[in-house]
């Protein structure tokens, strides 16, 4: 029987779809980072990867493992594949968009209002005793209420976050994309802007755009400097996206108000980063689209698509459809 490798737990149904379709897996249980050579070891044997975390899929990694013949990613971001290495050894690979959107967007609309009102630092405060009077002038925060929301990346899970912070706040939709998104522009009088327009506008600006050499390093120091200084900077995209000793100056001089972060880079974060004991910077360990419902979602597309592949047929989120040209 050919046997496909999951480098992760997932849920017993994504499982049992694998193996009601007539393949055997392989489950890496063990929660420890797995290297590249690690993993074209644990290939071998399988047909099928579903590939669940960072897993490097690039020229060394393909040349390696020959007998694959189908990747699905269980994400929706593949920066950690070089496509052009996927298209030359006509490998397909899959990733899951849409059912995390949702998920997604709810852990930025979470970091926002966390940030405005400085949610996790209060928390720690009280854990060291710091809870004594009440001081009407202390803690506070910032309202969020009819505040303009630029989004970098008005995609999928950008629209989900535009669409929370329309109806919850009234915040004006302004939005940075190589093209417009004229359906958002519709439903939410989102206003399309340029980056440096977004950057001076925003009073809370939220990333989703892909990792890619265009977008890695964007926010950095001359970036944070266009921002006001009430600006709250949320990024659930990815951390290579913002320069993270750019990002520390800018919340420690006051150029911007603060920030609200599931990505960082590198991943995991050091439990010593000085940003985790400022007072309006909210940090969380990736967890985008950790719910369980979402979780599920995310495996049984995964499933699909490497069942697809097996089979010889289309993957249904197929990153690279020039492999079926
Ligand atoms: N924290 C977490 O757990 C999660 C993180 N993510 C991250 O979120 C990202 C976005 O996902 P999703 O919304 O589904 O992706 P989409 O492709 O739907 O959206 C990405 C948006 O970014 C825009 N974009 C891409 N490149 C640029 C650029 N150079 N300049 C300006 N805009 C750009 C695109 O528009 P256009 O093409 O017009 O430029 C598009 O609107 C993923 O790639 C992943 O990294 C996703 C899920 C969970
Ligand atoms: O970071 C998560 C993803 O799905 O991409």
Not at 23 to 29: D, G, L, W
Not at 75 to 92: C, I, Q, T, W
Not at 239 to 258: P, R, S
């Amino acid at each position: 029987m050919e046997k496909v490798l999951i480098t992760r737990r997932i849920s017993d149904d994504a499982l049992a779809l694998i193996r009601n379709s007539g393949y055997e897996t392989t489950v890496y249980a063990e929660l420890k980072n797995i290297s590249q050579d690690e993993l074209i070891k644990m290939c071998e044997g399988h047909v099928g990867l579903l590939s669940v975390g960072p897993n490097q899929i690039d020229e060394h990694f393909l040349g390696a493992c020959p007998q694959l013949k189908g990747i699905a990613l269980m994400s929706v971001g593949y920066d950690k594949v070089d496509l052009e290495a996927a298209n030359k050894h006509r490998m397909p690979i899959s990733n899951t968009p849409d059912v995390l959107s949702e998920a997604t967007a709810d852990t930025a609309f979470l970091l926002m209002l966390s940030v405005a009102r400085n949610a996790f630092y209060m928390h720690k405060s009280i854990e060291r005793g710091e809870w004594n009077f009440f001081d009407p002038m202390q803690n506070l925060g910032q309202e969020l209420y009819g505040k303009t929301l630029g989004v970098l990346g008005l995609g999928r899970i950008g629209l989900e976050m535009a669409k929370k912070a329309k109806a919850a706040y009234g915040m004006d939709i302004i939005y940075h994309n190589r093209n417009r998104n004229e359906q958002a522009e519709k439903e939410l009088g989102a206003k399309y802007l340029s980056f440096d327009e977004l950057l001076q506008q925003s009073d809370v600006l939220t990333v989703h755009v892909n990792l890619t050499e265009e977008t890695k390093g964007l926010f950095d120091k001359s970036a944070f400097s266009k921002m006001k200084p009430n600006a709250i900077f949320i990024n659930t995209a990815r951390g290579a996206i913002h320069n993270e000793e750019d990002l520390l100056l800018a919340l420690q001089n006051g150029t911007i108000w603060g920030a609200g972060l599931d990505v960082t880079n590198p991943e995991p974060m050091d439990s010593n980063n000085p940003l985790l004991n400022m007072e309006n910077v909210c940090v969380l360990p990736h967890i985008g689209s950790a719910t369980k419902e979402t979780r599920e979602k995310m495996a049984m597309m995964a499933a699909e698509n490497i069942v697809a592949a097996l089979k010889g047929e289309r993957m249904p989120q197929v990153i690279n459809p020039e492999v079926y040209k």
